[in-house]
């Protein structure tokens, strides 16, 4: 059973470019969530997918975005980056749909360092 | 906005000696998960607690979920250098689709 992967490692980008970020869920999930962890804080929820549709958001502004793929993984796109958008950004993933509490799997993160 | 707060922020031990972290909240979750993340890598599930005054024991962890499911409890015995890392809470919504995490405590156990 494969893990939760993400890409690239770690970013370097200038104010004001845009970047994406992917992640592979785990074999059999159908669900990635996407979180921000800025330096010496806890991860803050951005959004999830489930099945391709946004299903829920957090307190992000519209130049963060996302898609899922019929293979159920996902990106997240960051345009006109600011210096605050510098941190780890965390998928998880998780089997959803059940109503229920579902176990969230995190990757390794991506680093962005926004200059 | 449902806020999770975790205190204390840094926790710095000897080995062999107990710890406790706590995970405070104004609002109720329907249920309440403790991660541990180490450098370079995403936070790992250690515990669930769903129901009101539960307590859950993994090994040398000892994890309290508060009557009311506002707060929560992480209490290590013999601490080990390996218990080193960034200890996480975070409050499960209502539909199971979002954490909200705890700005964490950073906790390092020296040898």
């Known amino acids: 059973e494969t893990g939760v992967t993400q890409s690239p490692t770690h970013l370097i980008k200038t104010r004001g470019q845009q970047v994406t970020l992917r992640c592979s869920s785990q074999s059999g999930h159908n669900t990635v969530s996407w979180y921000q962890q800025a330096l010496g804080q806890g991860p803050q929820f951005i959004f999830q997918y489930y099945r391709e549709e946004e299903n829920g958001r957090g307190n992000f502004p519209p130049r963060f975005s996302g898609l899922q793929f019929p293979n159920y993984s996902s990106e997240l796109n960051v345009n006109a980056l600011e210096l605050d958008d510098s941190a780890l950004y965390l998928c998880?993933?998780?089997?959803?749909?059940?109503?229920?509490?579902?176990?969230?799997?995190f990757g390794p993160g991506t680093r962005l360092l926004v200059l | 906005t449902q806020l999770l707060e975790q205190s204390p922020q840094f926790l710095s031990i000897q080995e062999g000696e107990n710890l406790t972290v706590y995970c405070n909240s104004s609002?109720?979750?329907?249920?309440l998960q403790w991660y541990r993340q180490e450098p370079g890598e995403g936070p790992v599930l250690l515990v669930t607690?769903?129901?009101?005054?539960e307590v859950k024991k993994l090994k040398r962890l000892t994890f309290q979920f508060g009557d009311a499911r506002k707060d929560s409890s992480l209490h290590i015995t013999a601490a080990q250098p390996g218990d080193t890392g960034l200890y996480l809470c975070?409050?499960?919504?209502?539909?199971?689709?979002?954490?909200?995490f705890g700005g964490g405590t950073r906790v390092l156990v020296k040898p």
């Open positions: 607690v769903v129901t009101g005054g």
């Open positions: 975070a409050g499960v919504g209502a539909a199971g689709n979002k954490l909200t």
């Open positions: 998880a993933s998780s089997f959803g749909g059940t109503g229920g509490l579902e176990t969230q799997y």
């Open positions: 609002s109720v979750f329907s249920s």
